[in-house]
């Protein structure tokens, strides 16, 4: 529920604010009554509100002084509403400043009173709802970083909804209606593969959903699940990895035993490093030495099992090549050094044929025009790799990765920088407050533009202004 403290020296004021709405009805708890801005303080110590109602003119500490202090907090976010008479309206609008927008007048009309708290809950669900968004957002994009070029990112804001996770991998879209069992929170678009990102709040049942979701799809669908893993540990790189190789094993495998061969990140790296290059005998010089360090079938198959899937996440290869898992059934057929090299000639090398043509021929040019997309948008608090990534018809773990390999920056900590330096200008330029700059450059939430602002410039805004006004 959310919680109401009003701050009131007139105790029937305050009582008649009490019983002239029927609160549990809003969802709304009172919390308390303070007979000042000074006692309203302390009471906030102990209780965080989510809305205020205050008066202006007490004795101690008044309503505006409250105000100005908890302004000042980081963690203050709470929504204020003003009481005050009508000889005082004036001076209750200094409030507006502090980002105060809420004001009725005495004596309190509680159809005033209903309409103004039906608008405030209202902003609080959205707000709410808009944080949820963004947050999303950063732990998508944190994950497509991790998962592209293993790297994490500047923001380390990254809240995951649920303390375990686990990723289903399929090498084709799977229909939302029978996704809708496993109770994923959303996917990642790896090229014309898909990652679905499930939490859960118990490992056991996390295990149990996903395992029963795989089972019953992989029949249909080409798919696997990796084990479950903590928000702790952000390992989202492995989990991907382990979703690779249960596809490869297929689910209902309880006991299977894992290939002792793997494609490194180390491995991978080099060989993306050659292919963007367009170095063709390089690439090929480097697969065979990797291929060299085990001579078994079952190791050739493995990795170049692993290193198809690895190279074609970052490609939109509909047209170009094969729109089916024909080639994951002919690889599953592979018995024999004469099947493994037709599935090769057949499936493998087209697809490095495929990238060697195009994979640099428009780098430098997709980096621009994401950078000119970020210019262009970077005040919608919803600005992702998914977006950008959509306008230029691009996989999204495609983007990130040419973006990093073309600005020397990746996708979020740019975004980020470009929003500080724009609070930067609107800091020293304009009056705005903190809500408002927030909210101008894409932070729906100030508190965290508060922090990145710190992050990037070892100052706070207000220190920042101070210095630059």
């Not at 999303?136 to 998962?147: F, G, W």
Request: hydrophobic share 40%; aromatic share 12%.
């Amino acid at each position: 529920m959310l919680q109401l403290l009003t701050v009131e020296d007139e105790p029937w004021i305050s009582k008649g604010i009490e019983k002239m709405l029927p609160w549990h009805q809003y969802d709304i708890q009172l919390i308390g009554h303070a007979k000042n801005g000074e006692m309203a303080l302390d009471l906030m110590k102990l209780n965080k509100p989510d809305i205020i109602i205050t008066d202006i003119k007490m004795p101690v500490m008044d309503g505006l002084s409250m105000i100005e202090r908890l302004s000042g907090d980081v963690a203050f976010d709470s929504k204020v509403i003003i009481i005050s008479g009508y000889n005082d309206f004036e001076y209750a609008k200094k409030a507006i400043k502090y980002g105060v927008s809420n004001f009725i007048l005495k004596p309190i009309d509680p159809e005033e009173l209903k309409s103004t708290i039906e608008s405030v809950v209202s902003q609080i669900h959205k707000e709410k709802r808009e944080q949820e968004n963004v947050s999303s957002i950063r732990l998508k994009n944190y994950m497509y970083e991790r998962i592209t070029h293993q790297e994490k990112p500047a923001d380390d804001e990254i809240v995951f909804p649920k303390k375990y996770y686990c990723f289903i991998f399929s090498l084709t879209e799977i229909p939302e209606a029978e996704m809708k069992q496993s109770g994923y929170s959303f996917s990642l678009r790896m090229g014309r593969q898909i990652v679905y990102v499930v939490f859960g709040d118990t490992p056991e049942g996390l295990t149990k959903l996903a395992r029963t979701t795989v089972t019953n799809l992989h029949d249909r669908y080409a798919c696997g699940m990796s084990q479950v893993h903590t928000s702790d540990d952000l390992s989202v790189e492995k989990a991907y990895k382990e979703a690779i190789q249960d596809m490869k094993y297929g689910s209902g495998e309880e006991n299977r035993k894992p290939s002792p061969t793997y494609l490194t990140v180390e491995d991978e790296s080099r060989l993306l490093s050659a292919l963007k290059k367009g170095e063709k005998k390089l690439f090929t010089q480097q697969l065979n030495e990797l291929l060299d360090r085990d001579q078994t079938l079952e190791a050739h198959l493995f990795i170049l099992f692993q290193l198809y899937v690895e190279i074609s996440k970052y490609f939109r290869v509909y047209n170009e090549l094969n729109d089916n898992v024909s080639w994951l059934l002919e690889w599953k057929t592979v018995s024999a050094w004469g099947d493994l090299y037709r599935w090769k000639a057949t499936f493998f090398n087209p697809l490095i044929e495929f990238i060697l043509n195009r994979w640099d021929k428009q780098s430098k040019d997709y980096a621009l025009q994401a950078k000119i997309f970020v210019e262009q948008h970077y005040g919608n608090s919803s600005l992702s790799l998914d977006m950008v990534a959509e306008y230029l018809e691009l996989s999204p773990s495609y983007l990130s990765l040419l973006f990093k390999n073309e600005t020397g920056i990746n996708f979020t900590s740019y975004i980020a920088k470009k929003r500080i330096k724009e609070a930067q200008t609107l800091l020293a330029r304009t009056k705005l407050n903190l809500i408002e700059i927030s909210r101008a450059v894409g932070f729906n939430d100030v508190k965290y533009f508060i922090k990145v602002f710190k992050k990037e410039l070892s100052l706070t805004p207000i220190q920042y202004r101070e210095i630059h006004r």
